[in-house]
């Protein structure tokens, strides 16, 4: 069974305390969303290390159940 | 005999522009990869596709090589660009062609 939103919400804020976060469910079916992450701790990292750091707050659940997140990283204006 | 991870080490050195992902270039096998693809032959480069889904063991593999969880995966001149949101996002924002034009692969 994929993850919800709430999961994947509550584990990217365990692994960057600070970031706003907003999901978006595409189809509906609980397997593809989309995943915008705002955070302090991105400035001055590349768009790799700032994805490479949402992959970890998943923590291993990525490419297992949760097969299509569409991601976006920013710093705050 | 080469293991799979001196083949991604080589195809990164060999090739200026690597795409492993699902499917070919031709007949790509999922909407990811696809739009991979389609960024590529919009900015008219050429690249080598490589298929993960041919051998299971490369498709570990290159995610291990990577630190990066999913397929597609961009590499230009040897270095891990990203997947198909930051192809999409430098795309759209235009670095992704002013990168290829630093680098002078742009075919012009």
């Not at chain 2, 001196?6 to 270039?25: H, P, R, S, Y």
């Not at chain 2, 961009?74 to 992704?96: C, S, V």
């Amino acid at each position: 069974m994929a993850m919800d939103a709430d999961a994947i919400e509550k584990l990217i804020a365990q692994g960057i305390p600070d970031a706003k976060i907003i999901i978006r469910d595409l189809a509906n079916d609980g397997e593809h969303y989309a995943a915008e992450v705002i955070s302090e701790s991105f400035r001055g990292k590349s768009r790799v290390e700032q994805h490479q750091m949402v992959y970890k707050a998943l923590n291993g659940n990525m490419g297992g159940l949760l097969h299509a997140l569409a991601l976006q990283t920013r710093i705050p204006e | 005999m080469t293991s799979v991870h001196d083949f991604i080490d080589e195809a990164i050195k060999n090739n200026n522009i690597v795409l492993f992902m699902k499917g070919t270039k031709n007949f790509p096998q999922c909407g990811f990869s696809n739009q991979a693809v389609q960024i590529l032959q919009y900015l008219n480069v050429p690249f080598l596709d490589v298929n993960v889904l041919e051998d299971e063991d490369l498709r570990q593999e290159i995610k291990d090589y990577s630190q990066w969880p999913t397929i597609p995966q961009l590499y230009i001149k040897g270095e891990f660009i990203g997947g198909a949101d930051i192809m999409k996002e430098m795309f759209q924002t235009n670095e992704l062609k002013e990168l290829l034009e630093t680098k002078n692969l742009l075919t012009k």
